[in-house]
């Protein structure tokens, strides 16, 4: 699946990377719990949170996670949004709830994989 793809299935807002929507992504992972995304998220996957705070984008980095999308309307500042441009990264909104989103994503084929 695109990040393109999931864009369209969650009706999300892209704040960064519009150039690189057509980018794969392999599975996904939600959580607010960074250590929790530490421990299970997989390479080219998507990370949706509600944490909007810097750590979201270093851990976003340590993993290669391709996609960062914020769920129940949170909007990251300008400063993180300039740090997740500089390192590449997608970064979209939602007005959907964390559980919904994950369930529309799964529902279209994109899994976590397993751990």
């Keep these: 699946m ?3 793809e999931v864009r369209d299935i ?3 807002r892209v ?6 929507l057509d980018r ?4 996904a992972c939600g ?3 960074m250590s929790d995304v530490l421990a299970f998220s997989k390479d080219h996957s998507i990370l949706l949170t509600g ?3 810097a750590q979201v984008i270093r851990t976003a980095e340590m993993l290669d996670i391709v ?9 990251p500042d300008e400063a993180m949004l300039q740090m997740a441009e500089e390192r590449g990264l997608i970064v979209m909104a939602t007005g959907h709830r964390m559980f919904s989103a994950c369930g529309m994503l799964y529902e279209a084929g994109l899994h976590s ?3």
């Design 2 to 4: 695109t990040v393109r």
């Design 10 to 12: 969650l009706g999300a």
């Design 15 to 20: 704040l960064v990377g519009e150039d690189h």
């Design 24 to 27: 794969e992504v392999r599975s």
């Design 31 to 33: 959580s607010d719990m």
């Design 51 to 53: 944490l909007c705070n």
């Design 67 to 75: 996609c960062l999308i914020f769920v129940r309307g949170k909007k």
């Design 113 to 115: 994989g397993a751990i």
